[in-house]
């Protein structure tokens, strides 16, 4: 008998006729003899539904409301999933993430689960029910409606896992598991077995849409073994879990490609301390992530910082950099919403030296200019024109034998 | 300045462009200095759409997620309509009915309201804040979402505005006022400028749809007025007060007509104490109300007793007849789904002598058989064939001289 946490995404969920296969699944799960909390997301595009709903109320909303809006979602497919098991003759109760003793901190839309309390979740399973908890969504202290930001159904069931120590985090999706990249965009893609945390990590943070990379990030720091597996059958998936229990094919793992970026340029500011902490304190006090910076000192003395960030926050950060304009007098914003971002991500490259240049080399082969370029151990991105992206990625995969099973080799 | 409570049904807010309206009026009140707490109701039939998709999962739902479902469908027109009250330029925050305070007890979709605790309304208004509580909905005292039965939402609003002691809670609706009958069946109907809680009891549990009962009951408990108005224009409705302080126009102040009403017969049954209240308790403790009641000896020395019940609570009534029927040898079940209930609703006749007589003998003359009567201090109703309801409701409207408007009178 296993504790086993399973999340079921927007499409899984997605209609009637899918909600019960979700529960026939759930259900078959639970006669094996398992204990189970499942996590699930609103039904297919009922968020964006709602969202279109508030714009048309107010834009931008109010993020309290908004927050409480939104929350409602996932309490219609919980409650939804919770009464199929019913009707396939086990026991539910469907949980808000306020119910289940989810403490976010008091951010709307964007907040961090600060504490999971599970007195709640232990107390039903002890009374043989399977525990369905609303992803997406906690209360802060206060006991308000707050939103974890959108694809966070994924860090629920991962930091719920933790909470209960969970032996297995199961994440059900519409895709097989993980491939070494998008299969949409390259044809030659291959699903993997396993992918070690720091990977799926770099993965999930450039846009390789299958884990939210802070529910990967919470896979790591608690060691909970994540499986990436299809809801539609029952083969098994891809298992996200630590690098040193695994045998390494490859320098490089995955490509990774995110293409709704952009990249914004403040020129001819002082060439002096403080600069840069200034626009970048200013930039994360409005919640908004920069990527890849680069600073330049130009021929007149001046400095130039360039960095790249989501199109979504390229708005708001307009209006933080233009207030800060105003403080160095002379300096001039610049930005391009038409930028991509395509990475290489391996564990593998640790031990490996001239990873970087053959991926500088392959891209240049192909007649791609790079714009930006940042690296980790584990990953090295380079910021290049959108309309270029599934040329480099498909380049790249097929540079680093993506496409090819390797005997696996211990790192 | 007033302290005021105004409730928006689902019509009210069945749309963007109705919110938005809506949120006009509760700025417009905000603006004359009032301090406001508004009840929302769902949007138009988004209630019907949960309900129908519950069926589709599990017919009967599970009661718990039918009512975490349902609950979903104010917390949307909730949030949006504090999201229109900012775009306005006024502060608005929605609650759920657990933030807010409302507590019911442990019994799902068709919970009472067991207290409120104001607090956090009164903190929000001393912020100047708009506060907008979900409708139909509390939370137990184990603080699971349990929902207060259809129509609710009236019933949330006079309790809330006991519980906040407001100056008067506004019923916002799609109609104009409480009006004679129901102008959709009979053209001559007029509207009131005021009815007496007592008669507005009546008429709301005849199914004189406007007002829920409890909601009426509250009010008189509490001495809340309540005013019925129309969201769509700004004149005023029908209040609904105080017999004492009104005067009185005639001995009849409405007809109403419940036309999804069955008729109950259990035949045969020993004619001995504690027969009719094993009966009607064991209806009770299956929470089936059940409205006209006769029992009458039989020739050969067993009774009969009928009754009159909710075409709705017919099912479950048959399945607890049907276990009770076992207990008496002999005794036999009918029923008729076919019925309608005519009633005459006046404090006027209290102080009036042969209504009932000149009711009967107008549904005589017209034909109509009676089947069953009941009557009240301030209600005279009859059992007839659901296909002579509407015939029934004109003949009596002008019988009693209520297409026509007389110098009021005090009783």
């Known amino acids: ?58 834009d931008p909303p109010v993020p309290r409301e908004y927050d409480a809006l939104l929350a409602t979602g996932e309490k219609v497919s919980a409650a939804l999933v919770a009464m199929a098991i019913h009707a396939q003759g086990e026991k539910a109760v469907s949980l808000t993430g306020g119910q289940a003793g989810v403490v976010t901190e008091s951010v709307y839309s964007k907040a961090r689960i600060r504490k999971v309390n599970p007195e709640r979740i232990f107390k039903e399973l002890e009374k043989d029910q399977i525990v369905i908890v609303t992803g997406f969504q906690g209360e802060s202290p206060e006991g308000d409606i707050i939103t974890i930001g959108r694809g966070g159904s994924d860090t629920s069931a991962v930091i719920l896992a933790a909470a209960i120590k969970a032996d297995v985090c199961e994440i059900f999706t519409d895709v097989d598991g993980i491939y070494t990249t998008d299969p949409r965009i390259c044809p ?85 301390p403080g600069v840069a902490a200034t626009i970048f304190s200013a930039l994360g006090e409005n ?86 370029i940042s690296t980790s151990e584990i990953k090295i991105s380079c910021a290049i024109a959108k309309a270029q992206g599934v040329k480099a990625v498909n380049a790249l995969h097929k540079a680093f034998e993506l496409d090819t099973v390797r005997q696996p080799q211990l790192v």
Chains 1, 2 share one sequence.
Do not use: W
């Open 287 to 372: 919640k908004i992530n920069v990527d890849m910076i680069i600073q330049a000192t130009q021929k007149d003395g001046t400095n130039s910082i360039t960095f790249t960030l989501d199109q979504d926050d390229l708005k708001p950060a307009l209006r933080v950099l233009e207030e800060i304009a105003k403080m160095y007098s002379g300096s001039k914003i610049e930005y391009n919403d038409q930028i991509a971002k395509v990475s290489i991500v391996g564990v593998g490259m640790i031990s490996q030296p001239g990873v970087a240049a053959k991926m500088f080399k392959t891209l240049a082969d192909n007649g791609i200019n790079i714009e930006l």
């Open 188 to 272: 030659a893609a291959r699903k993997l077995d396993s992918i070690a945390y720091e990977e799926m990590l770099e993965l999930a943070s450039l846009g390789a849409g299958v884990m939210h990379p802070r529910s990967v990030e919470a896979g790591l720091e608690h060691g909970i073994v994540i499986h990436v597996r299809s809801s539609m059958h029952e083969s098994s998936g891809t298992l996200i879990k630590e690098a040193s229990t695994m045998e390494r094919e490859k320098a490089v793992t995955g490509v990774a490609l995110a293409d709704e970026q952009a990249k914004m340029v403040i020129r001819d500011v002082p060439d002096k």
């Open 1 to 58: 008998m296993a504790l086993i946490v399973q999340k079921y995404g927007g499409t899984s969920v997605g209609t009637v006729e899918r909600i019960k296969h979700v529960a026939k699944r759930i259900v078959a799960s639970k006669r094996q003899g398992h204990q189970l909390v499942v996590v699930v997301s609103a039904m297919g595009k009922s968020t964006d539904d709602l969202i279109a709903l508030a714009k048309q109320i107010c």
